[in-house]
């Protein structure tokens, strides 16, 4: 019995570990370490951000990716300038920032319609930091974003698969850097893939696991009493069939 416990713990583990991690409500791994962002107009988002200088080990890399902009006090300085920023997750920003419609910005991000501007001016709706007023947008498309967001966006939670906003919170605002602005990057919250083949891993521990579980019941079943088959040997030889037959 001790043995049966064992192999059904040992199952177990092997599940949990053999599974593979998901991120959850679009939480990201980020580096709490200043990076720098490089800048140009992109071709299917409103910024190409650059990111340098990212250690290892986390859910972004020194790679590019799509960005937009959130923030209108100022034009950022495109590349080759680059601009020393901090990434926080759009789930768990920053205090001057934790007000804002996130909620809102995430869905736009994961149900985009129409063009780069269609999409920049949906953003800019619902985060115009220090803009001039309620920004209105001048696109059917954007004010369609914008309808679909406010019925269906609020209290939208990134998971598994989607894109959530990261914010690229300069290390110096403004007066003191004039060439820079809070923009975000979208990136993509994937399953972590387990450093071994689970499902072929898991299929080999089962079955080890079930043909040691078969060969212990086995060796449980008790024995027949040899006392017994020697006084009534017609009874042994039907004991099969269930039949019993008397001598003579």
């Given amino acids: 019995m001790k043995l049966v416990k064992s192999i059904l713990i040992f199952v177990a583990v092997s599940v949990i570990l053999a599974a593979p991690a998901y991120a959850i ?6 580096p709490s370490t200043m990076i720098r962002i490089e800048v140009s107009h992109g071709t299917q988002s409103y910024f190409d951000t650059v990111l340098s200088e990212v250690p290892s080990g986390y859910d972004v890399t020194n790679a590019t990716y799509r ?47 129409g063009s780069v501007q269609d999409i920049q001016q949906a953003i800019w709706y619902f985060m115009y930091i220090d ?22 966006g609020s209290g939208f939670v990134t998971g ?52 040691i579980l078969a060969y212990t019941k086995k060796r449980e079943v008790p024995k027949q009493s040899t006392t017994a088959n020697q006084s009534n040997p017609a009874r042994a030889l039907n004991c099969f069939t269930g039949l019993t037959r008397s001598e003579g």
């Fill in 131 to 152: 803009g001039d007023g309620e920004y209105v947008p001048s696109s059917t498309i954007a004010s369609m974003i914008i309808n679909d967001t406010l019925e269906n």
């Fill in 67 to 113: 960005g937009w902009c959130v923030d209108v006090r100022t034009e950022m300085a495109l590349s080759p300038a680059t601009h020393a920023v901090f990434l926080y997750s759009s789930t768990s920003p920053p205090g001057e920032l934790a007000n804002e419609a996130w909620d809102l910005i995430n869905y736009v991000l994961n149900h985009k319609q």
């Fill in 25 to 30: 409500d679009g939480a990201l791994n980020l």
């Fill in 160 to 211: 598994p698969g989607q894109l959530t906003a990261v914010i690229c919170y300069p290390t110096i605002l403004f007066p003191n850097q004039p060439d820079v602005q809070i923009s975000i990057i979208e990136v993509e919250s994937d399953p972590v893939v387990p450093e071994f083949p689970s499902t072929l891993m898991l299929t080999i521990m089962l079955t080890i696991s079930l043909a």
